[in-house]
């Protein structure tokens, strides 16, 4: 494994930038590095999804890009680390009864298993020192020896926002009113995403400053992972000055489309894009990315829906996208890798 990262490297411009939110990006990272383990990578998380639960500064898409490409992550549960245990969480149900409902002392609804505690533990003790999330990001990457570099988003605050649509009562019995809105953690943990939403708010975005930038536009391709388009690369392009660079670059910028015959393989991602007018297809993805994005690659099982892809202006790459087997995972990282580094002299539409 090739040496590890710090904020003092003089940066050279990477070979993939790799615009990243949770499981699906977690796994494509793998890939790519199964596939060109001497690439230079530069991941830029989503921070959007960004909590303080139980007083601690927690940063899931970061830590579930960091724990797979360390190989520690939970295989089942595509979040957390393998072999936890939950003793932490099981005691805090003592204090369940006689907690008042507006106190923000610990709870039980937002899980963390004992040995993920460390991780933000450290994070928050840290940020509490006056360390940038991006120093605290590239600490803790270096302690799991994570070959690629990874940063934040930003290192201002950028918190995405879920309206209700329909009311709504969690399993401990909170109940939340139509039209309320709540931080995004709430709608995915503690309700479960099982409540439509009628809005995505990003708050912060318009002042937070976006890392990476120099990067995104100066590396020999871009790769859009195959991410929840709404909140998880929804908050990045959010940024000041993130969809600029892109459109600026769009002939090397290639997305890996997250819904596979009308479906995502995980999350609310398909239900969400219906909830907000959007087409829950490889073709409603498309539609959002083309201002941006010169290549989509698409499942085989949506291979129809290549000529109306390509008359958005992009071409459109068909393979498997599934990255269940290593093997399909690398080839899938390699093509996308290959497409993006391939200039598309397509014109949007």
Request: charged share 20%.
């Amino acid at each position: 494994m090739k040496a590890t990262h710090t904020l003092n490297d003089v940066r050279a411009s990477p070979d993939v930038v790799v615009l990243a939110g949770g499981v699906g990006a977690a796994r494509f990272l793998r890939a790519l590095h199964l596939a060109r383990p001497d690439a230079e990578v530069l991941a830029i998380v989503n921070t959007g999804d960004d909590t303080v639960a139980n007083g601690l500064h927690v940063s899931p898409d970061i830590d579930t890009v960091i724990y797979t490409l360390a190989t520690a992550i939970d295989p089942e549960r595509g979040w957390g680390l393998r072999d936890e245990t939950w003793t932490a969480m099981q005691s805090l149900a003592r204090y369940a009864a006689v907690r008042p409902s507006t106190s923000l002392a610990p709870n039980d609804w937002f899980n963390l298993g004992d040995r993920d505690l460390a991780t933000h533990l450290y994070r928050t003790a840290r940020l509490r020192e006056g360390a940038t999330l991006e120093e605290v990001t590239t600490e803790i990457a270096r302690a799991w020896n994570v070959p690629y570099r990874v940063i934040p988003m930003s290192n201002h605050s950028v918190e995405t926002r879920v309206t209700l649509a329909e009311a709504s009562t969690a399993s401990d019995g909170h109940h939340y009113p139509q039209g309320q809105t709540v931080s995004f953690q709430e709608y995915f943990v503690r309700l479960k995403h099982g409540v439509p939403v009628s809005n995505v708010a990003f708050v912060g975005a318009d002042t937070a400053t976006p890392l990476g930038m120099h990067e995104l536009s100066s590396a020999t391709c871009v790769v859009i992972a195959p991410s929840n388009p709404v909140v998880s690369i929804g908050p990045l392009r959010a940024l000041s000055g993130v969809d600029s660079t892109l459109r600026e670059r769009r002939e090397s910028v290639v997305a890996i489309s997250p819904i596979i015959g009308g479906a995502a393989l995980k999350g609310p991602a398909d239900r969400m894009l219906r909830e907000l007018g959007h087409e829950s297809s490889a073709l409603g993805v498309a539609r959002m990315y083309a201002p941006i994005c010169g290549t989509l690659v698409i499942d085989t099982v949506d291979a129809a829906l290549r000529p109306s892809i390509e008359a958005l202006g992009m071409r459109c790459i068909v393979t498997d996208t599934i990255m269940k087997l290593p093997d399909v995972a690398r080839a899938l990282a390699e093509t996308a890798v290959a497409a993006a580094a391939t200039p598309n002299m397509m014109a949007p539409r």
